[in-house]
Antibody, heavy 123, light 110 residues
Framework: EVQLVESGGGLVQPGRSLRLSCAAS????????MHWVRQAPGKGLEWVSG????????DYADSVKGRFTISRDNAKNSLYLQMNSLRAEDMALYYC????????????????WGQGTMVTVSS | QSVLTQPPSASGTPGQRVTISCSGS????????VNWYQQLPETAPKLLIY???QRPSGVPDRFSGSKSGTSASLAISGLQSEDEADYYC???????????FGGGTKLTVL
């Protein structure tokens, strides 16, 4: 069964850091790009970051550029998101999503989604 | 304010056909394909349409997509109660170098 399972969310104070993980199974992980997409409570979807199959191409939304770092470990079938200098506006449910192609850009949709991990930023 | 513009709500009765629009610009829809996602209440999004018109395996042919210029549409025919969900369009944006989503359309089946 193709599956993505996120972990690492929780309550964190503004300005602190958090690292999210996503464990993939059921498909050849290093054949595909991976992404993080978030959804604030009661709001719509916002793409956060994407990474190509070999980590050669990485992109970020302007809202997180310079604060978040995406990475992957193909040997462990895992995707990560290091989030630093967290702000109240970063509070959201963070989804891990698989791209339909090796590249993270262009025309490849997100065809598999995890159930998400909640990040709460509050003092 | 989302880069892609969708109506916040849509509705229809069982059996009806409804369409949801998605308006963008030359840097996103105008030069890249459009994907549509369905998010049922309290669940993760699911890919509904990719590459403007393609349906993933398992998606009923009641769902169809189209694109013209800088706009796209999702059509749902033979509306069913289980279609009640939020629908999002998305595309790659060449200017922003990132993926952009519409604000979402909440579909109500009356």
């Amino acid at each position: 069964e193709v599956q993505l399972v996120e972990s690492g969310g929780g309550l964190v104070q503004p300005g602190r850091s958090l690292r999210l993980s996503c464990a993939a199974s059921g498909f050849i992980f290093d054949d595909y790009a991976m992404h993080w997409v978030r959804q604030a409570p009661g709001k719509g979807l916002e793409w956060v970051s994407g990474i190509s199959w070999n980590s050669g191409s990485i992109d970020y939304a302007d809202s997180v550029k310079g604060r978040f770092t995406i990475s992957r470990d193909n040997a462990k079938n895992s995707l990560y998101l290091q989030m630093n200098s967290l702000r109240a506006e970063d509070m959201a449910l963070y989804y891990c999503a698989k791209g339909r192609a090796p590249a993270a850009t262009g025309d490849a949709a997100f065809d598999i989604w995890g159930q998400g991990t909640m990040v709460t930023v509050s003092s | 304010q989302s880069v892609l513009t969708q109506p916040p709500s849509a509705s229809g009765t069982p059996g009806q056909r409804v369409t949801i629009s998605c308006s963008g610009s030359s840097s996103n829809i105008g030069s890249n394909t459009v994907n549509w996602y369905q998010q049922l209440p309290e669940t993760a999004p699911k890919l509904l349409i990719y590459s403007n018109i393609q349906r993933p395996s398992g998606v009923p042919d009641r769902f169809s997509g189209s694109k013209s210029g800088t706009s796209a549409s999702l059509a749902i025919s033979g509306l069913q109660s289980e279609d009640e969900a939020d629908y999002y369009c998305a595309a790659w944006d060449d200017s922003l170098n990132g993926w952009v989503f519409g604000g979402g359309t909440k579909l109500t089946v009356l």
